[in-house]
């Protein structure tokens, strides 16, 4: 078994694998909606490598964190666009 | 630009010899090869760790096979490696170069005497309705969030788009557990029947697929088939191709599109490098038109691993003073490239595919600039100025390719820092 640690997306606490990428995590909970675009658009990450910057998030509290580029740590706290314009 | 660096480089700095921007196949050979000449060196990488895009692996898991020797070779020798960094700037100095940077949300600089641009490539993303819903990925980005953990199991999946990179991210995929629907090249059947098509059928591969889903999965290989339409009311529902005559609608969980690879050129362009045709314009040593800086791999023309070694390897002996040893590797490098030249003609994107998209197809994925809100008699500046298009986030390294495919626009100036950094780094506080 894979060591996991306990992060926080959108007041949901879950269980994931250490070592993975923010934005794999959140798939992995069925999340597929990362931001909200300028015109109200759900978005998703699309090039997986810290380019197109869809993955969007706000990781402990800072904005605008590229999900695909941060790796889980234990306590991490998710906001997601949805959440934030809820 | 003097935002944050004067105040961290005066007691902060990482100071080195050669610095290497990337940890990608080419990085890693430059800087294995410059670290055992006795230079002092600094890797600097955006991502988790050694081995770049093709071949990430997850921390924890081991690389693949024959990356394996080459992450060894670095991690074996004395330069030092920092991950999650991002390098913004990159200027002149009167003793050499300063490189500023973000490791993860801190500022970081380094100083160093000769740099070597090992920047990689990214995948070129031709716009088509529908491909902002969620879903809709990268064909080289559902390959990196697989390697990072994500999981795909019994989903249906539709990869499309061009290139050599579309049938091991298949093969990935559908051993990973994806029920595979289809897999579209848009090139013709005559060009790809050169490069392995057989390697997505292999019968193990559709034998794991099948172990994973309760019935006998066949994906299908077609060429001359390209997307026309994605559709879905939150997350990306169906799929339409089309061969130009027929066209065929499949449901899908997952599509992958991704038309072959654009060299990320950004940090050279801001360093000043001479930049012909998209590609960084580097002399037999691997040397830009900036005296100092060296650049290896794709930002000098898309060419795979097997070319960027050699390149990395060149450049990291000439950047170390050693560029007679590297005069042995120049026949192996022209000869990979001559064969790249070949590769990225075969998988020219298909004119058609500026047809799939509509007035109201988003272009600019940031500012949710439409297609139709864009002049053709424009140039890329009017369109930034007039729309926004490659203003935002990404700062027009997704929609500055497909302007140009369907424009044939160049990209406009870039300008530091050419990575979004957060105040705290601008201002040089950690």
């Keep these: ?86 | 630009m003097t935002y944050a660096s004067d105040f961290v480089c005066a007691d902060q700095a990482d100071v080195a010899d050669i610095a290497v921007v990337g940890a990608g196949p080419a990085g890693m050979a430059a800087a294995a090869a410059a670290a055992r000449t006795g230079q002092r060196v600094v890797v600097l990488d955006q991502g988790f760790g050694e081995g770049g895009q093709i071949w990430r692996h997850a921390p924890g898991t081991p690389p693949a096979h024959d990356a394996r020797s080459w992450i060894g070779r670095l991690v074996g020798s004395t330069a030092a490696r920092r991950f999650h960094t991002s390098v913004v700037d990159l200027r002149r100095t009167e003793s050499g170069f300063v490189l500023d940077a973000e490791q993860g949300t801190s500022p970081l600089c380094v100083q160093a005497t000769r740099v070597v641009l090992a920047t990689g490539a990214r995948e070129l993303m031709l716009p088509f309705p529908g491909w902002t819903l969620p879903g809709v990925m990268g064909v080289g980005g559902a390959q990196a969030l697989l390697k990072m953990g994500t999981s795909v199991v019994g989903k249906r999946v539709v990869i499309a788009g061009s290139g050599p990179l579309l049938l091991p991210v298949a093969a990935s995929l559908a051993n990973a557990g994806a029920q595979l629907l289809l897999v579209a090249e848009q090139a013709d059947f005559g060009v790809v029947a050169r490069f392995g098509v057989s390697l997505w059928r292999r019968p193990s591969l559709l034998m794991q697929a099948a172990r994973y889903r309760a019935r006998f999965v066949s994906a299908r290989y077609a060429t001359g088939t390209w997307v026309s339409e994605a559709v879905g009311s939150s997350d990306v529902q169906r799929v339409t191709v089309t061969d130009g005559r027929r066209t065929e609608t499949l449901e899908c969980d997952l599509l992958c599109v991704g038309h072959g690879l654009v060299p990320s050129t950004e940090l050279a362009r801001v360093a000043g490098c001479a930049v012909s045709h998209g590609k960084v314009v580097v002399n037999a040593q691997q040397e830009t038109s900036v005296s100092g800086v060296y650049c290896a791999g794709e930002p000098t023309g898309i060419g795979g691993a097997d070319l960027a070694l050699v390149e990395g390897e060149i450049a990291g002996l000439s950047a170390a003073g050693r560029g007679a040893d590297a005069v042995r590797l120049f026949a192996e490098r022209n000869a990979l490239r001559r064969t790249a030249l070949t590769m990225e003609a075969a998988f020219a994107p298909r004119a058609e595919l500026r047809g799939v998209c509509r007035s109201d197809t988003i272009v600019c994925r940031c500012e949710d600039v439409p297609l139709g809100a864009i002049d053709p008699a424009w140039s890329s500046r009017q369109a930034k100025l007039y729309t926004r298009a490659g203003m935002g986030s990404c700062q027009g390294r997704v929609c500055g390719a497909a302007l140009e495919f369907h424009f044939g626009w160049t990209p406009d100036t870039v300008r530091p820092p050419i990575e979004p950094v957060l105040l705290s780094t601008l201002v040089g506080r950690r």
């Design chain 1, 1 to 86: 078994m894979s060591d996991s640690v306990r992060i926080t997306v959108d007041e949901r606490r879950v269980d994931v694998v250490v070592g993975t990428s923010v934005a794999a995590a959140l798939l992995g909970i069925g999340t597929t909606a990362f931001r909200v675009s300028v015109t109200g658009a759900s978005r998703g990450p699309l090039c997986g490598m810290g380019i197109c910057h869809e993955c969007r998030v706000t990781i402990d509290g800072v904005a605008h964190r590229r999900a695909c580029m941060v790796a889980v740590a234990d306590g991490m706290q998710v906001i997601t666009g949805a959440a934030s314009h809820a």
